[in-house]
């Protein structure tokens, strides 16, 4: 079965930091190509980063460019998103999925 569970999320006041991980298992972690979505408060999900299998290969959505940064580490079946200069807008749900499946998700929240 298919797993991917996030955890990291916590409320932050603007400018600071979190790291959200993504703990992967059921499935060939590392010849996949995986994701961070996220879906704000009766908005739709947004793409927020991508990562090819191997890492060589990153994307950002131009909303989280030069302030997020993914990664992973295929040993360990797990993935990560470092967000640096939190913003209000950023208050959302994040996910990390593999295409197919989504995890249940972590909450940020970013707030004065």
């Known amino acids: 079965e298919v797993q991917l569970v996030e955890s990291g999320g916590a409320l932050v006041q603007p400018g600071e930091s979190l790291r959200l991980s993504c703990a992967a298992s059921?499935?060939?972690?590392?010849?996949?190509?995986m994701e961070w979505v996220r879906q704000a408060p009766g908005k739709g999900v947004e793409w927020v980063s991508s990562?090819?299998?191997?890492?060589?290969?990153?994307y950002y959505a131009d909303s989280v460019k030069d302030r997020f940064t993914i990664s992973r580490d295929n040993a360990k079946n797990t993935l990560y998103l470092q967000l640096n200069s939190l913003k209000t807008e950023d208050t959302a749900m994040y996910y990390c999925?593999?295409?197919?499946?989504r995890g249940q998700g972590t909450q940020v929240t970013v707030s004065s």
């Open positions: 999925t593999n295409g197919l499946v």
């Open positions: 059921g499935f060939t972690f590392s010849a996949s190509t």
């Open positions: 990562i090819s299998p191997g890492g060589v290969s990153i």
